[in-house]
């Protein structure tokens, strides 16, 4: 590292990291979280999910295999920002188009690197996800008092609403299935089950699942009513992924789901935030986590059939499993510490997790759900 440093982590608490900047210059808030994985730092960063959040990476080789249009999983970066314990290398990749770090740059996403990492990451799981400000001067110059103030008076993200900020302006059709050697992305064709997908924050290979299993998909935005889901005569409703606190979102979303749940006996399938807004809409609550579960190497146990997924995950609050109402079943579970990771309903095809069984980036085990999706809208068909 060089004698002057040219990016500052500070937070709330005070604490200060060094280290080298990269990507774009400035200054932001957000709260810190960390992520395992070992593979798909591009699909994290433009995750819609981290919205609000600067994410620390455990695993040291980021950037290695450069950036691609392909991976991203929306138009742009989400997440607030990164901090690496390696300074980030040129790509060495056949997919490569262009550097992460220039990515960045032109996407307006900040960097940190040569931090230690693992002292970062004992002192979340120790303290919980802080508030920090990251702060990437080529010249090296910080205010460090106007930095821990600016930490500190980030507000956090419980009671933040950010679906809205990251759902789509209006309606669209999707037709494009999961990727493929040796073409890439093909098209859906044929007719299908009609499915109306609610984005408060979707991931692109949700969606391209949800055609693979079949779906003609129709997605609506984060404040869609029922009216406007039950307008397009679909099939089934999916409920998508997304950033901030689901009680927040669920003062809009929660109305809508139990308003279709009331007039219609159609499958309902939600993922992470949608799992949450579902459990709201079942009578449940939901509680923010002291760190979140974020990686792809999460174990979680199938209580229906006994087996192990080895699960991605990135949320950070949960649905409190004592709340659960007794039409309401627990399925699966975290065997990390014990958490909830997923919900039927006992005696209609409503079902939900809190993982991601997309898989990207994250292990291939959890792709039944999106069949078993598809199965409970060819028995009602």
Known sequence: MPAKPTACLALADGTLFYGMGFGATGQTEAELCFNTAMTGYQEIMTDPSYAGQIVTFTFPHIGNVGVNPDDDETADPVAAGMVVKWDPTEPSNWRASEPMVDWLTRRGRIGIGGVDTRRLTRAIRQQGAPHVALAHDPEGNFDIEALVKAARAFSGLEGLDLAKDVTCAQSYKWDEMRWAWPDGFPKREGKGHKVVAIDYGAKRNILRCLASAGCEVTVLPASATAEDVLAQNPDGLFLSNG???????????????KEVLDKTDMP????????????????????KMNHGHHGANHPVKDYETGKVEITSMNHGFTVDSQTLPANVKETHVSLFDGSNCGIRVTDRPVFSVQYHPEASPGPQDSFYLFERFADAMSARS
Do not use: N, R, S
Request: proline share 9%; glycine share 14%.
């Open 243 to 257: 950033p901030g606190d689901p009680a927040a979102t669920g003062e809009y979303a929660v109305p809508m789901i």
């Open 268 to 287: 309902v399938f939600g993922i992470c935030l949608g799992h949450q807004m579902l459990a709201l809409a079942l009578g449940a609550k939901t509680i």
